[in-house]
Every structure is written in structure tokens, then in C-alpha cells.
């Protein structure tokens, strides 16, 4: 059985930073690729970066390239995401979610895939 657990989340002012954690197991975790998704309040997921089943490629959302890295270790079966420069805007519930594939195709499925319980986010001053 897949099982992924989010950890990290808090209230950060704007600006601020934090790291998310995503505990996997059940699965072959270094055989797939590892996804963050979000939901804000009242609106849909959102996809918002890949990293593909070696680390070697990363993929983000506009939304939030240039300040968010997602990263894995393979040896610990855990992925992370760095949130920088946060904004009022990426509050939200966040999510780790096992990909189908090895590398990213695209975020088509991304409500059938296996995800954790989330971890809240709260940028407010």
C-alpha cells in the first residue's frame, strides 16, 4: 500500500521560508517520479513541481519557478520541497503525490494519483 506523509508545514510571514518533507513507502520509491500539488481554499489542485525518479530533471509551475526546488533522496525514500520567497498567495494545503511514471508527462491525472494526508501552508503577516 502506497503511503506518503507530509511534514513541515506552518505559518510563515510573506518573504518568508520553509521546507516541506514527504515520507514514502509501500512502493518502490526510487522507480517513480515524486510530485508537490496544492489546494487553496476553495479552489482546485494545483500542480506545482515534479523532480523525475533519479533527481537528474525538475519541473515547476510558473506560479512558483524560481522560488520553490523540489528534491529527493532516494537512499531515505523522502522528498522535499524548499518554499522561498512565499507570498500571500501559496497559502494552501500541500501535498506530495506518486507520479504514474518515471519522469514527468504532463499533470493530466494528477487527481488519481497516490497522495498524503498534506501539511498546511499559511503565509500571513
Known amino acids: 500500500e502506497v503511503q506518503l506523509m507530509e511534514s513541515g508545514g506552518g505559518l510563515v510571514q510573506p518573504g518568508g521560508s520553509l521546507t516541506l518533507s514527504c515520507s514514502a513507502s509501500?512502493?518502490?520509491?526510487?522507480?517513480?517520479?515524486m510530485n508537490w500539488i496544492r489546494q487553496a481554499p476553495g479552489r482546485e489542485f494545483e500542480w506545482i513541481a515534479n523532480?523525475?525518479?533519479?533527481?537528474?530533471?525538475?519541473q515547476y509551475a510558473d506560479s512558483v519557478s524560481g522560488r520553490f526546488t523540489i528534491s529527493r533522496d532516494n537512499a531515505e525514500n523522502r522528498a522535499y520541497l524548499q518554499l522561498n520567497d512565499l507570498k500571500t498567495e501559496d497559502t494552501a494545503m500541500y501535498y506530495c503525490?506518486?507520479?504514474?511514471?518515471?519522469?514527468?508527462?504532463?499533470?493530466?491525472?494528477?487527481?488519481?494519483?497516490?497522495r498524503g494526508q498534506g501539511t498546511q501552508v499559511t503565509v500571513s503577516s
Open positions: 509501500g512502493f518502490g520509491f526510487a522507480s517513480y517520479a
Open positions: 523532480i523525475d525518479r533519479y533527481g537528474y530533471t525538475t
Open positions: 503525490a506518486k507520479d504514474f511514471n518515471q519522469r514527468f508527462y504532463g499533470f493530466k491525472e494528477m487527481l488519481r494519483w497516490s
